[in-house]
């Protein structure tokens, strides 16, 4: 294994005794960087950012900068291409709002996948165009040979997750987004599972937006972050209006500032954008690679043992090169909610539920499921605890 793997000397929370904290892709455990970078923040230069022109309130305005720089070049994106939001939902509905309303009209077309969170799903309904879906095959890839008939039907846009957060596919973004380009449509791309699991490039992959969220990347709850190219960014209108993101208001119009102050109305998450910053710069630190190889490594563990037991399905595909850190299964014997509360009881910390994915669940003939998803501090030893508590609920249900 590449990775020392982090202890509660990086996540504090894992002193808890007992913890096994399986949960990750539902919301990641803070970084110690994160805190303390937050806690600098509130207990020394703590000021109103891009207004004060006292000493701590340029301290405050040039954190928030840098971390719109550590954030940007933690995915090869640019400062000017990178806004801040609350989470990737908010960042999806920003698109959906101003970019959506002035492009897309309710006869024009958005293609989204099977397996999207209703994060991009939902705003796409609000928005009110027709909606076509990009099947899931059984193998729980993206059937790419009906894409290519749906872009036939000239959609505006194409909206997919890099990462889903059921089956873990990773889908790929750069030949999707090629081919949506080809057929004259944008990408936005759904990377609240990507960024933190793998080695981002927004340029590479060549999308014209991507949506991520700072709570499942080791970083505080309330930020998140929209990549956007620059000339779509110039171009859209505001999404919420108020303080900071005009340059002149006048008594019956104002004007706007550019992108991405243009986007960022209100006072905004500062310290929350802080910790993010550190967070990604502490993943940097360790290697994206690395933090992808250990994923790989666990979860590769867990398909193997999580096979092992009777009565279980996996959701997905069963090869661990094709997916993220996570898995998820049914048990025919017990529903997925006693599953999670009995794993709990053991100190097991997994999700169950329709992880935000109805569509998804329809298609797979499952209304509910249980997700293990693995941190970069999560060990093989982790998986071996869960599947010892997997016991207790065939001694209960089985
Ligand atoms: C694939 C995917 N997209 C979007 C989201 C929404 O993220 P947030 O809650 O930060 O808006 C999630 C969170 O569960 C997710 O897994």
Redesign the pocket.
Known sequence: MSLAVPTSAEFPVLAREGLVYLDT??TSQTVRPALEAMDRYYETYRASIHRGVYPIAAEATEAYEVARRQVAEFVNSTPGETVFT???????NLVAYSWGRANVGPDDLVLISQM??H??LVPWQLLGCRLAYIPMLEDGTLDLDEYDRLLERSPKLVAV?H???VVGTINPIAEITRRAHAGGALVLA?G??AVPSLPVDVAELDVDFY?W????AYGPTGI?VLHGKRELLEAMPPFLGGGHMITRVGDFESQWAEPPAKFEAGTMPVAEAIGLGAAVEWLSGIGMENVREHGRDVTAYALERLSEVPGLTIHGSLDPDVRGALVTFVLDYAHPHDVAEILGRQGVCVRAGH??AQVLMRRLGSPASTRASFAVHATREDVDRMVDALGQVHDIFG
């Open positions: 892709a539902a609350r989470n990737a939902t908010e960042a999806i999207e969170h994060s991009n997750t990462v889903s957060n759904d609240a599972q949506a969220t700072g709570h499942k998140g992880h935000c």
